[in-house]
């Protein structure tokens, strides 16, 4: 918890880098996912023109807007921001990590979402309910399981704080824990869960009777709705970057290494290229299910997550 | 009077005397309304604030004592004011000020009890509580915890005209004597056979190791009934709606507290060993309360009844961290219970404020439109905005999300689970871990709970067209809840020095304390026990994000043109709209219902496409009531009409009967 001008700066570049950089990994996903249904696909670079185009548009705000709805672009904004700044990605030298340890992070997501899901409530709208309704179904049923997976990486390191669980997995001699294999496919179905992904939601979708997410957003325009996409390009990343973090973290370096950077940037770039990869290949041979196997999709991940802090307990301890 | 006690006792006793006065004043002017609401209520606010702060002032002090003259003849009554009373008083104190100042605006005339009797119910309940806090013998003890059962008791059935409030105090009467008699039979087991039952004598009395587990499973029994554990938790989500709101509040933040201040006085003081199977029985048995409290809370439509199921929860949530305390100190980790048990005191007090905080904000709310049922409800940011930004605070801390007060204890308890694999059990180091899982589902669903409480009553469009007139709270209402948000984020943002105080209540009890570990790093981060371990920091965390919300709102104004518009919402594009298609409160509880549906009992009446008039009715109800209580009434009744056999109605066969118990007795007394 030293504070180093090296680790001030690091922690200021990483939390911007990944925040510009965010549209990018969706441009690229969206890239992939087109290629491996034969279409050619909008560019790479298709985000920001989309986040461009609706900051010249004129808002359009429904009457009975209250300051909430108004307010939460800039909440869950903000709270993408912090996720992204306590996710260690290249160094683990992150003086404002130690504000937020695992638990919290989950804490910024719930924050973030309970946020908009607020927000969807509150034009009044059947769709803005059903989204918000739906959103809360699976973060609860995905919050356990994603919890299981941090208390498992967590009782290898002794640790809760993401910086200390990273440096204990990246840093050791090289093993492979039993217990980490069955968490990464929790985390896996997690992931696809939390962010709106096939096969519980589908992000391209304005079908009424199957979205998730894009119904709690629908009334949201212009300025408003590209901080929210903006912001869901923030997590996603920052989700990618902490299954990374997790279960791929070699090449990370800890404090005072800097000479270690361009490697640490290459392996985070090509760690990062394959997660979209997989990613849109995973999107694109799975189907989207009914809302209601969304419990035991999740239920799934959360027996996977217990089974991985047992089978820690059992073979490992 | 044998021993004069040092100032913060005797501040607290006047604070009891003074709320015993005020409740004569209100008995003797019934019926000035205007005296009642804006000079005694107020009053009693003073008096608990000033009790608050003796406490406080208490809470580093050696214990004091003192022997008061009253009661009977040989037994006076012993009072006592040592870390963990002084801390729950503190409680009692800072939570019931906000209640009282909010009820001088609350209390209308025109409501079944004339406001000063039920001046004097509140503050005979007030006082029985702190007289239940600071009793150092099971005689004082018994007669504060029963004066404090009559007292809510005659304040639930304020609105007696109506049968189902009549039979809600019923019930809550009956389960509190339930309780009551276990608490009773738990003190007589713990002195000992001694026959002395002062808690000074408890303590020196070594129980061998089962009539220790007896006097537990007591206690168990007896304070969750009071706390609301399962399965004695029904009178609940029935007693609470049926009471005003600041007595639902007082109830809810503050009574169920002193039901977990019993427990604590007597496993960890009165007790001196702690077997590790208590533990886990306390902790499996809050563990189910949490999550069967909260899957009923996502299940109601009345507003108050799903704060009642949501106490369930928390209480449930409190008895865990108990639990795992009790598990760590039978196995000498001294360090680990402490952080289990601050967790749980951390918890007691963050219920405290934010329950009182909603069941507050709810009262308003049915003041201002006279509905409880979430589905008429709706919009009401825009007509009282005041009381929707305060209850948006405490939907966030109760919902458990940083940087708010709830977080910060949940996350100690996360952590004190996390310490579980050090257990020497080698099935417990296992299954604790693992457990955590159900604590962190009830959390995740409290916030879907929340989500639907606040969205429900606060957002959308008015589902009514009664509710355009809903006024914003007056001035006392005002102040009172306001006193309780500033509580529920400065509990939450300063965790620090909140645990700083604490552990002179773990000290007491355990012997151990965290502060020096948990401010290692300064005030600003909490590292329960060490940095390297796990921190958090709720103030950078806060900080952090409002700069961040700053930072891009300047960044938008900066660069983006501002031009906004108002129109219809779009919602897909359909135009013929109307407030009931949003959810209400079944409709969003509707999933909940589906994934647990074995835990309810669901009826459901459903129109066919016919009906010219078509009804939707759905009633999800209890599995408990049968399981347990109506099998327990059915034996009541086939016990009571075994009685009524003896009971024949004729002078001469009593007379028989005496005649027999005579030669009886003679026989063995010879």
């Given at each position: 918890m030293q504070l180093t001008i090296s680790g001030l700066l690091y922690q200021t570049i990483q939390s911007l880098l990944l925040v510009l950089v965010a549209p990018l990994f969706l441009g690229w996903v969206n890239q992939c996912r087109a290629w491996f249904q034969n279409r050619s696909g909008p560019g790479l670079f298709q985000p920001y023109r989309n986040l461009l185009k609706l900051v010249n548009k004129d808002a359009v705000m429904a009457h009975g807007a209250s300051g909430l709805f108004r307010t939460t672009p800039y909440v869950l904004f903000a709270c993408m921001w912090l996720a992204a700044g306590i996710v260690?990605?290249?160094?683990?030298?992150?003086?404002?990590?130690?504000?937020?340890?695992v638990i919290a992070l989950v804490g910024v997501f719930a924050l973030a979402r309970v946020f908009l899901a607020l927000a969807a409530m509150d034009i009044g709208t059947a769709f803005g309910s059903l989204g918000a309704r739906r959103e809360m179904l699976v973060a609860f049923l995905a919050e356990p399981a994603l919890l299981m997976v941090f208390f498992t990486a967590s009782l290898i390191s002794h640790s809760t704080s993401l910086t200390t669980i990273v440096e204990t997995l990246a840093h050791r001699e090289f093993v492979v824990y039993p217990s980490m294999a069955f968490a990464a496919v929790a985390f896996l179905l997690v992931f696809l869960a939390e962010n709106a992904r096939i096969p519980v939601d589908n992000p391209a979708t304005h079908l009424e009777l199957t979205m998730i997410h894009e119904a709690m957003i629908l009334e949201y325009s212009a300025r408003h709705l590209a901080l929210i996409e903006w912001a869901v390009a923030i997590k996603l990343t920052a989700y990618t970057a902490i299954g990374i973090a997790l279960f791929m973290p070699w090449g990370v370096i800890e404090a005072g290494h800097w000479e270690g950077l361009p490697t640490a940037l290459g392996a985070f770039v090509a760690k990062l290229l394959a997660a979209g990869l997989g990613l849109a290949l995973l999107e694109t041979v799975s189907a989207k299910m009914r809302i209601f196997r969304a419990p035991e999709f999740l239920g799934t991940a959360f027996l996977l997550g217990v089974l991985g802090m047992l089978i820690r307990f059992l073979l490992e301890s | 009077m044998s021993q004069a006690g040092p100032l913060p006792i005797g501040i607290i006793l006047g604070v009891i005397v003074f709320w015993l006065g005020i409740a004569l004043v209100g008995l003797a002017a019934q019926r000035r309304f205007r005296l009642v609401s804006q000079v005694l209520f107020p009053l009693g606010g003073a008096g608990a604030l000033v009790l608050a702060g003796a406490a406080f002032a208490a809470l580093g002090q050696a214990p004091a004592s003192l022997v008061l003259p009253l009661g009977l003849p040989d037994l006076p009554f012993h009072l006592r004011l040592d870390a963990l009373s002084a801390f729950f008083l503190v409680l009692l104190g800072g939570t019931s000020f906000a209640i009282s100042i909010f009820s001088a605006g609350y209390f209308r005339q025109a409501e079944g009890t004339p406001p000063g009797l039920l001046c004097l119910q509140y503050h005979m309940f007030l006082a029985s509580m702190a007289g239940v806090l600071l009793a150092d013998d099971a005689y004082l003890f018994m007669v504060a915890w029963e004066t404090m059962a009559l007292s809510s008791y005659f304040l639930v059935t304020t609105n007696h005209r109506i049968p189902e409030i009549r039979w809600a105090g019923f019930l809550y009467l009956l389960i509190a004597h339930v309780g009551a008699i276990a608490i009773l039979l738990c003190f007589g087991a713990m002195q000992g056979f001694q026959g002395d039952y002062t808690f000074a004598a408890m303590r020196q009395a070594h129980l061998s190791g089962f009539w220790a587990s007896v006097t537990f499973l007591l206690a168990l029994f007896g304070f969750g009934a009071k706390a609301g554990l399962?399965?004695?938790?029904?009178w609940l989500p029935e007693a609470h709606p049926a009471a005003p709101s600041p007595v639902s509040a007082m109830m809810s933040g503050v009574m169920l507290k002193t039901a977990v201040y019993g427990l604590l006085r007597v496993t960890f003081d009165l007790l001196d060993t702690q077997l590790w199977w208590w533990g886990v029985l306390a902790l499996g048995l809050g563990l189910i309360t949490a999550l069967y409290g909260v899957m009923f809370a996502a299940v109601q439509a009345d507003m108050k009844r799903l704060l009642a199921y949501s106490s369930v929860e928390n209480i449930g949530i409190i008895v865990a961290g108990v639990g795992l305390a009790i598990v760590f100190r039978a196995y000498g980790m001294n360090t680990l219970s402490a952080l289990a048990m601050t967790a749980a005191l951390y918890h007691c007090l963050n219920h405290a404020f934010f329950k009182s905080l909603l069941f507050l904000a709810t009262g308003h709310v049915l003041h201002a439109?006279?509905?409880?049922?979430?589905?008429?409800?709706?919009?009401l940011i825009h007509r009282m905005p005041w009381v929707a930004i305060i209850a948006l605070v405490g939907t966030l801390a109760i919902a458990s999300l940083p940087p708010l007060n709830g977080f910060v204890s949940e996350w100690l308890l996360l952590q004190a689970f996390l310490f579980s694999?050090?257990?020497?059990n080698p099935y417990l180091h296992m299954l604790i871990p693992s457990a955590a899982g159900a604590l962190v589902l009830a959390a995740a669903l409290a916030g879907y709970v929340m989500v639907k409480f606040y969205g429900v009553i606060f957002l959308g469009r008015p589902r009514e067209d009664k509710l355009a007139q809903a006024h914003d709270a007056g001035n006392w209402e005002k102040a009172g809840l306001l006193w309780l948000a500033a509580g529920c984020l400065l509990l939450g943002i300063f965790p620090v020095y909140v645990i700083a105080q604490l552990d002179f209540v773990t000290v007491d009890l355990i012997g151990r304390a965290l502060g020096d570990t948990a401010g290692k790093t300064g005030w600003l981060f909490l590292t329960p026990v060490a940095p390297e371990r796990a921190s958090y920091s709720p103030l950078l965390f806060l900080v952090v994000i409002a700069v961040g919300v700053g930072f891009t709102y300047w960044m938008v104004r900066m660069f983006y043109h501002g031009r906004l518009r108002r129109g219809d919402p779009w919602d897909c594009g359909y135009p013929a709209q109307t407030p009931r298609m949003q959810d209400t409160a079944e409709g969003f509880g509707q999933p909940i219902r589906q994934i647990f549906e074995p835990f309810f009992v669901i009826e459901r009446e459903l129109p066919t496409p016919?009906?010219?008039?078509p009804r939707y009715r759905m009633t999800t109800r209890d599995r408990l009531w049968h399981w347990v209580y109506l099998p327990v009434a059915r034996l009541a009744e086939r016990m009571t009409s075994l009685v009524a056999v003896l009971q024949q109605g004729r002078i001469h066969v009593y007379l028989m009967y005496s005649f027999g118990t005579l030669l009886l007795l003679l026989l063995f007394a010879r």
């Amino acid at each position: 918890m030293q504070l180093t001008i090296s680790g001030l700066l690091y922690q200021t570049i990483q939390s911007l880098l990944l925040v510009l950089v965010a549209p990018l990994f969706l441009g690229w996903v969206n890239q992939c996912r087109a290629w491996f249904q034969n279409r050619s696909g909008p560019g790479l670079f298709q985000p920001y023109r989309n986040l461009l185009k609706l900051v010249n548009k004129d808002a359009v705000m429904a009457h009975g807007a209250s300051g909430l709805f108004r307010t939460t672009p800039y909440v869950l904004f903000a709270c993408m921001w912090l996720a992204a700044g306590i996710v260690p990605v290249l160094a683990t030298d992150l003086p404002y990590a130690p504000a937020a340890d695992v638990i919290a992070l989950v804490g910024v997501f719930a924050l973030a979402r309970v946020f908009l899901a607020l927000a969807a409530m509150d034009i009044g709208t059947a769709f803005g309910s059903l989204g918000a309704r739906r959103e809360m179904l699976v973060a609860f049923l995905a919050e356990p399981a994603l919890l299981m997976v941090f208390f498992t990486a967590s009782l290898i390191s002794h640790s809760t704080s993401l910086t200390t669980i990273v440096e204990t997995l990246a840093h050791r001699e090289f093993v492979v824990y039993p217990s980490m294999a069955f968490a990464a496919v929790a985390f896996l179905l997690v992931f696809l869960a939390e962010n709106a992904r096939i096969p519980v939601d589908n992000p391209a979708t304005h079908l009424e009777l199957t979205m998730i997410h894009e119904a709690m957003i629908l009334e949201y325009s212009a300025r408003h709705l590209a901080l929210i996409e903006w912001a869901v390009a923030i997590k996603l990343t920052a989700y990618t970057a902490i299954g990374i973090a997790l279960f791929m973290p070699w090449g990370v370096i800890e404090a005072g290494h800097w000479e270690g950077l361009p490697t640490a940037l290459g392996a985070f770039v090509a760690k990062l290229l394959a997660a979209g990869l997989g990613l849109a290949l995973l999107e694109t041979v799975s189907a989207k299910m009914r809302i209601f196997r969304a419990p035991e999709f999740l239920g799934t991940a959360f027996l996977l997550g217990v089974l991985g802090m047992l089978i820690r307990f059992l073979l490992e301890s | 009077m044998s021993q004069a006690g040092p100032l913060p006792i005797g501040i607290i006793l006047g604070v009891i005397v003074f709320w015993l006065g005020i409740a004569l004043v209100g008995l003797a002017a019934q019926r000035r309304f205007r005296l009642v609401s804006q000079v005694l209520f107020p009053l009693g606010g003073a008096g608990a604030l000033v009790l608050a702060g003796a406490a406080f002032a208490a809470l580093g002090q050696a214990p004091a004592s003192l022997v008061l003259p009253l009661g009977l003849p040989d037994l006076p009554f012993h009072l006592r004011l040592d870390a963990l009373s002084a801390f729950f008083l503190v409680l009692l104190g800072g939570t019931s000020f906000a209640i009282s100042i909010f009820s001088a605006g609350y209390f209308r005339q025109a409501e079944g009890t004339p406001p000063g009797l039920l001046c004097l119910q509140y503050h005979m309940f007030l006082a029985s509580m702190a007289g239940v806090l600071l009793a150092d013998d099971a005689y004082l003890f018994m007669v504060a915890w029963e004066t404090m059962a009559l007292s809510s008791y005659f304040l639930v059935t304020t609105n007696h005209r109506i049968p189902e409030i009549r039979w809600a105090g019923f019930l809550y009467l009956l389960i509190a004597h339930v309780g009551a008699i276990a608490i009773l039979l738990c003190f007589g087991a713990m002195q000992g056979f001694q026959g002395d039952y002062t808690f000074a004598a408890m303590r020196q009395a070594h129980l061998s190791g089962f009539w220790a587990s007896v006097t537990f499973l007591l206690a168990l029994f007896g304070f969750g009934a009071k706390a609301g554990l399962l399965p004695v938790h029904v009178w609940l989500p029935e007693a609470h709606p049926a009471a005003p709101s600041p007595v639902s509040a007082m109830m809810s933040g503050v009574m169920l507290k002193t039901a977990v201040y019993g427990l604590l006085r007597v496993t960890f003081d009165l007790l001196d060993t702690q077997l590790w199977w208590w533990g886990v029985l306390a902790l499996g048995l809050g563990l189910i309360t949490a999550l069967y409290g909260v899957m009923f809370a996502a299940v109601q439509a009345d507003m108050k009844r799903l704060l009642a199921y949501s106490s369930v929860e928390n209480i449930g949530i409190i008895v865990a961290g108990v639990g795992l305390a009790i598990v760590f100190r039978a196995y000498g980790m001294n360090t680990l219970s402490a952080l289990a048990m601050t967790a749980a005191l951390y918890h007691c007090l963050n219920h405290a404020f934010f329950k009182s905080l909603l069941f507050l904000a709810t009262g308003h709310v049915l003041h201002a439109t006279g509905e409880r049922n979430l589905g008429k409800l709706g919009g009401l940011i825009h007509r009282m905005p005041w009381v929707a930004i305060i209850a948006l605070v405490g939907t966030l801390a109760i919902a458990s999300l940083p940087p708010l007060n709830g977080f910060v204890s949940e996350w100690l308890l996360l952590q004190a689970f996390l310490f579980s694999p050090d257990l020497p059990n080698p099935y417990l180091h296992m299954l604790i871990p693992s457990a955590a899982g159900a604590l962190v589902l009830a959390a995740a669903l409290a916030g879907y709970v929340m989500v639907k409480f606040y969205g429900v009553i606060f957002l959308g469009r008015p589902r009514e067209d009664k509710l355009a007139q809903a006024h914003d709270a007056g001035n006392w209402e005002k102040a009172g809840l306001l006193w309780l948000a500033a509580g529920c984020l400065l509990l939450g943002i300063f965790p620090v020095y909140v645990i700083a105080q604490l552990d002179f209540v773990t000290v007491d009890l355990i012997g151990r304390a965290l502060g020096d570990t948990a401010g290692k790093t300064g005030w600003l981060f909490l590292t329960p026990v060490a940095p390297e371990r796990a921190s958090y920091s709720p103030l950078l965390f806060l900080v952090v994000i409002a700069v961040g919300v700053g930072f891009t709102y300047w960044m938008v104004r900066m660069f983006y043109h501002g031009r906004l518009r108002r129109g219809d919402p779009w919602d897909c594009g359909y135009p013929a709209q109307t407030p009931r298609m949003q959810d209400t409160a079944e409709g969003f509880g509707q999933p909940i219902r589906q994934i647990f549906e074995p835990f309810f009992v669901i009826e459901r009446e459903l129109p066919t496409p016919f009906d010219g008039a078509p009804r939707y009715r759905m009633t999800t109800r209890d599995r408990l009531w049968h399981w347990v209580y109506l099998p327990v009434a059915r034996l009541a009744e086939r016990m009571t009409s075994l009685v009524a056999v003896l009971q024949q109605g004729r002078i001469h066969v009593y007379l028989m009967y005496s005649f027999g118990t005579l030669l009886l007795l003679l026989l063995f007394a010879r």
